[in-house]
């Protein structure tokens, strides 16, 4: 229950609901929210977040995650800035991103994912929402300025938790746009390619998420709710992934993926 709770805040609390969204990299001068202040939020998130949440026992799986999301980040234009990621003990197929470098990745994801490939894919999109800062864009918008502030500054101690309840208390879910969709898997797939994955892994992902998505329907409801997925997006990355060389085959790689997905597994298949 208080499981249930915290995704539906998170969810909320991402996507404020506003179909607002820049069709380029946020670079401060975009986003009415300074960098620094956009990672001091993520911190006070993220402490909110991880005390509702329950991390995945396993540090084998949980280290092939910082590898991956670290090659990932280092990619990326705030590779200098510190980024968490955590893998989750919930079977639901889905990750996210908080402001401020945190992302979080649901085992489920990690059962589904047809390779390393597909995985990293799903990472750099997430990875790609919080370098171009789509959730702080869609706080500003939808709250104002001023209320994103004392939330940075926390005036009030307990806006963060409050927020948090209010949110919960409204219980719907929002979406990010289809133009910060378009954003994320553009800057992802070019993430992917640079750390040396191989691109057409996003495309791949898109088709096993539609595959498995009509057996198990619950378990892709938050991804789906919060990232739509039409033919639109799977035939951009795939074009896009013409463009972008393919890596060597890499069996070690496949061969870590398939341990990882083999401990998760029974979290997974549990429930
Ligand atoms: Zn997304």
Redesign the pocket.
């Known amino acids: 229950m208080r499981r249930a709770a915290a995704s539906v805040l998170l969810a909320v609390l991402l996507v404020p609901g506003c179909t607002c969204a820049s069709d380029s990299v946020n670079r401060g001068d975009l986003n009415l929210v300074s960098l620094d202040d956009e990672w001091s939020l993520g911190r006070d998130l993220a402490a909110e977040v991880d005390a509702q949440v329950r991390p995945l026992p396993d540090p084998v799986v949980q280290g092939y995650v910082d590898r991956l999301g670290e090659a990932l980040v280092a990619q990326t234009e705030m590779a200098d800035r510190d980024w968490t990621f955590t893998v989750l003990d919930d079977p639901a197929v889905n990750a996210f991103a908080l402001p401020g470098g945190h992302v979080y990745v649901h085992a489920g994801l990690i059962a589904a994912a047809g390779g390393p490939d597909e995985l990293a894919s799903v990472v750099a ?2 990875v790609a ?1 919080g370098v171009a800062r789509h959730s702080t864009e869609r706080m500003v918008k939808a709250q104002g300025v001023s209320w994103v502030a004392g939330l940075v500054l926390g005036d009030n101690p307990g806006l963060v938790r409050q927020v948090a309840a209010g949110l919960v208390g409204r219980g719907a879910l929002a979406r ?1 746009s289809r133009s ?2 378009a954003e ?1 898997d553009r800057l992802g797939l070019d993430y992917l390619a640079a750390a040396g994955y191989d691109p057409d892994g996003q495309a791949a992902m898109f088709e096993t998420l539609v595959a498995l998505r009509a057996r198990r329907p619950l378990r892709f409801e938050r991804w789906f709710q ?2 739509p997925l039409g033919e639109d997006r799977v035939e951009a990355a795939e074009a896009a992934a013409e463009a972008l060389p393919s890596p060597p085959p890499r069996p070690d790689e496949d061969a870590a993926f398939e341990d990882v997905q083999r401990r998760v597994r029974p979290f997974v298949s549990s429930r």
Request: proline share 0%; hydrophobic share 20%; charged share 35%.
């Open positions: 999109h997430e929402h990010f910060d969709e994320a919060s990232h």
